[in-house]
């Protein structure tokens, strides 16, 4: 008997708008989302966002807007240059787009959230 196994998606997901640190011969990362483990559902969602310029409103039946509003972040290292620019959506610490991919992939060391007011909130360090 063939057993089913029930895939596990992350409480959250994020994608990346801006790629601030754009180098000769490398591929911008606009449109990278993760984590590994991502619903695929809110991939979709955060590319329409990002890529097709599509309204959120559309994506609301799927629970992610429901837990803590969409926001944008930027990552940057320790000398505050701005690597990317992003938003993330779900069931999040605030640390994750960070951890998941802005230390590995480029070493950026620090993340902020755009508040309500259009304020940089405070810094964020990786873990």
Same mark, same amino acid.
């Given at each position: 008997m063939k057993s089913e196994t029930k895939q596990t998606y992350a409480p959250y997901g994020w994608i990346i708008s801006e790629d601030m640190i754009p180098l000769e011969g490398k591929k911008s990362e606009v449109g990278i989302a993760g @984590? /590994? %483990? !991502?619903? @695929? /559902?809110? +991939? +979709?969602? &955060?590319?329409?966002?990002?890529? %097709?310029?599509?309204?959120?409103? /559309?994506?609301?039946? &799927?629970?992610? #807007? %429901?837990?803590? @509003? !969409? /926001?944008? #972040?930027?990552?940057s290292d320790a000398d505050g240059e701005i690597y990317y620019v992003g938003y993330i959506a779900g069931d999040y610490e605030g640390n994750e787009p960070l951890d998941d991919f802005g230390t590995p992939n480029a070493g950026a060391i620090y993340i902020q959230f755009l508040d309500k007011d259009g304020q940089w909130s405070s810094t964020i360090e990786a873990n």
């Open positions: @984590p /590994a %483990n !991502i619903d @695929p /559902a809110l +991939e +979709e969602c &955060l590319k329409d966002k990002v890529v %097709n310029r599509v309204d959120w409103t /559309a994506y609301h039946s &799927l629970g992610y #807007f %429901n837990q803590k @509003p !969409i /926001a944008k #972040f930027r990552m």
